[in-house]
Structure formats: structure tokens, C-alpha cells
């Protein structure tokens, strides 16, 4: 399958949330479009349909990463560089298993939440500037972003909460050391890795109605939706997707789109 001259946008964690707000804003002509989420959203296909846009879908479950990065690997690999205009990874997707204690969680959702979180996102990102290095090596140069969407909880430790935590520090991490190895490489790929703020999706209704005696932090979430101080979907893929367009971007590898 070959892209006509185009801006290609790989998103993760695109059937819901923000994630699929960034996908109904990055649907316009000159752009395409390839959603990675274990579930298809059918509105998507719809309003490529009335934009002209091009999109491809994957239904594929994250937390089988080295599957995921096999495919995107496979795709990336043979494609037509003349009809790229640049090439953007975005890693979205995340999971937050049962709160509390990790000792009170089961192993299977602690293991699928860095599956999902972190493995996935660095998985998918060796896949990506591996391909694409491919490409740089026979001459394209177009610009390479990865976009890794973090949280303030990777950089502020909170009690039942380990599992997100972890995922999230260790996604700043590793964005902070590829950063440095794409640097010394020539027309290396630039990567950040951004917290989005506090956003009203499904995964703050999770916070809300975890267990009190495990969770001492719920009060602050519910707080937080009673005053009105969540961001909608809507706004902060606004404001995420204005982060990527910036002139710097790279130049700080770990921000916050409040900063």
C-alpha cells in the first residue's frame, strides 16, 4: 500500500478518549492516518469518508507489544518514501489495572499495565525509527517525531497507584535515552515525551470509583470533576497536537503541555 504524497500519523489508544479526539482532528486531507487500538471505531471510517481522508485501522491488542511492533515493523518497512512528507509516531494507549497496593492486584493486571503502558510504547517506537532509519539511509529525509503521552503521576509518586506510576516514569525515561541516541545519529528522529494534564475520560471515572481504604488520593479526583477542573477530550488533543507542531519540539524531551 503505498501513501500519495502525505503526512503519516501512527496514533495508539484511538477508540476512545483522547486518543480518539487526536484521531478526529488529525482526519484531513494531505494527512494519513493509522490507528492502532484493540477495538475499531467505526465513526472514524465515517468522517474519513466525508473528509477525504485517509485512514487504516488495526484492531490489535497492545498488550501483546512484540506483535504489535512486528506488524508496524512489516508495514513500515516497504513503503513508498516518495509519497511521505514526514512520519509521526504518537503513543497514547494506556491502561490503569485495580487500584491499591500492588500486593492486592492481580499479577496478570500488573503485568498487562506495563505491557500496555510501557513496553508497548518502547516496542513500537524501536519498530518505528528502525523502519524509518531505513528510510533515512536511502536518502529521504523528512521529518521523524515519536510522541509519547505521559502523566504528571510518572513524575509525582501517588499511594495505589504503582502500577500507572511505573509505566509512565519509565516512558519518560526511555524518551529521555532514545532522545540521546537519535541525537547523535544523522537526521535523527525527535521525541518527547508529554503530560496532557488532567483530562475527563473514562479513565478518571476508574479513580473515582476506586475503594476509599485503598485508594487515599480518590477525594482529590472527585474534587477535581466537582469544580470543573478536568479537561475535555477535545481540548487537550487540541493542545497535545499543538505540541507536536511546535518549531522546539525535542529540544525538551519530557514536558507538560501546562508548562
Known amino acids: 500500500m503505498s ?23 488529525l482526519l484531513t486531507p494531505g494527512r ?21 481522508a485517509t485512514l487504516l485501522q488495526w484492531s490489535q491488542d497492545l498488550s501483546d507489544p512484540s506483535e504489535a511492533a512486528r506488524r508496524l515493523d512489516a508495514w513500515l518497512d516497504p513503503q513508498e518514501t516518495r509519497t ?12 490503569i489495572p485495580r487500584i491499591g497496593p500492588i500486593d492486592e492486584c492481580p499479577a496478570g493486571e500488573l503485568a498487562g499495565a506495563l505491557r500496555v503502558g510501557l513496553e508497548a510504547p518502547l516496542l513500537l517506537t524501536a519498530a ?15 521529518p521523524r517525531k515519536v510522541l509519547n503521552i505521559s502523566s504528571g503521576l510518572g513524575r ?14 519509565g516512558l ?65 488533543a487540541v493542545r497535545v497536537l499543538a505540541w507536536l507542531e511546535r518549531a522546539d519540539f525535542g529540544e525538551q524531551p519530557v514536558a507538560d503541555v501546562r508548562d
Not at 484493540?38 to 468522517?47: I, K, M, Q, S, T
Not at 509525582?156 to 509512565?168: E, F, I, L, T, V
Not at 524518551?175 to 494534564?197: K, M
Open 84 to 95: 511521505v512528507a514526514s512520519a509521526t509516531l504518537i503513543n497514547n494507549a494506556g491502561m
Open 156 to 169: 509525582r509518586a501517588m499511594a495505589a497507584q504503582a502500577p500507572y506510576c511505573a509505566a509512565k516514569a
Open 3 to 25: 501513501l500519495a504524497h502525505q503526512h503519516l500519523v501512527i496514533l495508539t489508544g484511538a477508540s476512545r478518549g483522547m486518543g480518539l479526539a487526536m484521531a478526529r482532528q
Open 172 to 236: 519518560d525515561h526511555f524518551t529521555r535515552c532514545t532522545a540521546l541516541d537519535e541525537a547523535r545519529r544523522e537526521h535523527g528522529a525527535r521525541l518527547v515525551s508529554l503530560a496532557p494534564g488532567v483530562i475527563d475520560t473514562d479513565m478518571q471515572e476508574q479513580l473515582r470509583a476506586g475503594d476509599p481504604a485503598a485508594f487515599p488520593d480518590l477525594q482529590r479526583f472527585v474534587e477535581l470533576q466537582r469544580q470543573g477542573q478536568l479537561t475535555s477530550p477535545q481540548d487537550a
Open 32 to 52: 494519513h492516518l493509522l490507528c492502532i487500538s484493540r477495538h475499531v471505531a467505526p465513526e472514524l471510517e465515517d468522517l474519513a469518508r466525508q473528509r477525504g
Open 128 to 142: 518505528f525509527l528502525r523502519a524509518t532509519g531505513h528510510w533515512v539511509a536511502a536518502g529521504w529525509r523528512g
